[in-house]
DNA sequence: GTAGATAGTGATTGGCCACTAACTTGAGGG
DNA sequence: CCCTCAAGTTAGTGGCCAATCACTATCTAC
């Protein structure tokens, strides 16, 4: 039961994310969180500063595990066959909802905090993505091109799966044969 | 000032659009919506059955406005060329990030809607996309894969103005010569 | 001009939620 | 054994927000 606050700290990130890919930024509750780690919603507070600073550690770590993804699937692999080596990992995660809908709360919480003028925060937020993109395009050989092709269909499968359509769904149909397309 | 209550609803419409997109659905306080109506906040409970009601006639409208864009943008050209005047169109979209943010929002709303429970919810979504969707495929020859094509870089066009890259950033330069592409 | 309908407001409320403060529990070392 | 310090809790607060209710103002038809 009782753990170091760097242990406990891990366990929050994991709720967060689930909870906030759920929810989103604003739907969650910081009680919702507590609850899920098993721990009073107020010493959530001890360990982190905000219900924001949770939500950024959820988004990084969303992001780290992405590329963590990426890196296994095409370990050892180049330019076209790590392009369909990663599509085939990012196809396999539209099974466990909570990872894309994480990133996707990224990007529209990241917008919210824009609008109200946060200008911060998209910072950190366009790192995170650049980060993992470059990664991404290296793998596959470098070219932009290819790079932000994979991402478009990587975009366009989390859409997908935010609005429930099962993956045996005529939507899906026209990712078949679309070569080295995500 | 005093208007009829359609034209009340239709305006409370528009400015739901703009504040649904820059807030999201939680972030949103339907006060804010009245307030950039020009009306007190419990008149909007008169116009429609709640909040609910009010993003999804939003939601709806904002799909019927994109699919405007792309008919008006691609009149009388069929296959790739219309496809070609579609993008374009899209493109210049970007300028006024509302209309884009609003999708977003329709998808992470659906998304935790149905996390909720609310399956209804994601069902009249999936026919808002599909209207959509179907309404463009035809228009640039039928093929699957074409338009799924299409909408892959529309979602990742989404996903960059939400993350605030401004249209010379190099994260905008992987679309440029990709021909037909989005 | 007045009666009925339609447009619109002010005051309020009950519930939720991020965050704080003050207190309690428990493990390890001297 | 008890002291210390970190882990964790209970109780509470102030602010926000969707929704309701009772009311007022304005238009239209006769």
């Known amino acids: 039961m009782r753990m170091s606050a760097e242990e406990r700290r891990e366990s929050v990130v994991r709720a967060?994310?689930?909870?906030?890919?759920?929810?989103?930024?604003?739907?969650?509750?910081?009680e919702a969180i507590a609850r899920r780690v098993g721990v009073s919603q107020p010493y959530l507070f001890r360990l982190f500063p905000g219900k924001q600073a949770i939500f950024e550690a959820a988004a990084e770590r969303c992001?780290?595990?992405?590329?963590?993804?990426?890196?296994?699937?095409?370990a050892g692999l180049t330019g076209e066959a790590a392009a369909e080596a990663m599509s085939g990992a990012y196809m396999g995660l539209v099974e466990d909802r909570d990872q894309l809908m994480m990133q996707m709360q990224l990007y529209?919480?990241?917008?919210?905090?824009?609008?109200?003028?946060?200008?911060?925060?998209g910072e950190?937020?366009?790192r995170l993505w650049e980060g993992l993109f470059d990664r991404v395009r290296i793998r596959i050989g470098g070219d932009m091109k290819d790079a932000t092709r994979f991402f478009a269909y990587g975009m366009l499968i989390n859409t997908l799966v935010a609005l429930g359509y099962?993956?045996?769904?005529?939507?899906?149909?026209?990712f078949d044969?679309?070569?080295g397309a995500e």
């Not at 992001?63 to 095409?74: G, Q």
């Not at 529209?108 to 925060?121: F, T, Y």
């Not at 099962?166 to 026209?174: A, I, K, L, S």
């Open 63 to 74: 992001v780290e595990e992405t590329w963590r993804v990426f890196d296994e699937a095409s």
């Open 166 to 174: 099962p993956q045996d769904h005529r939507m899906w149909t026209g």
């Open 108 to 121: 529209v919480s990241v917008s919210a905090a824009r609008a109200a003028g946060e200008e911060e925060i």
């Open 16 to 30: 967060a994310m689930i909870e906030f890919a759920r929810g989103g930024y604003r739907g969650t509750s910081t």
């Open 177 to 179: 044969g679309c070569e």
């Open 124 to 126: 950190s937020a366009r």
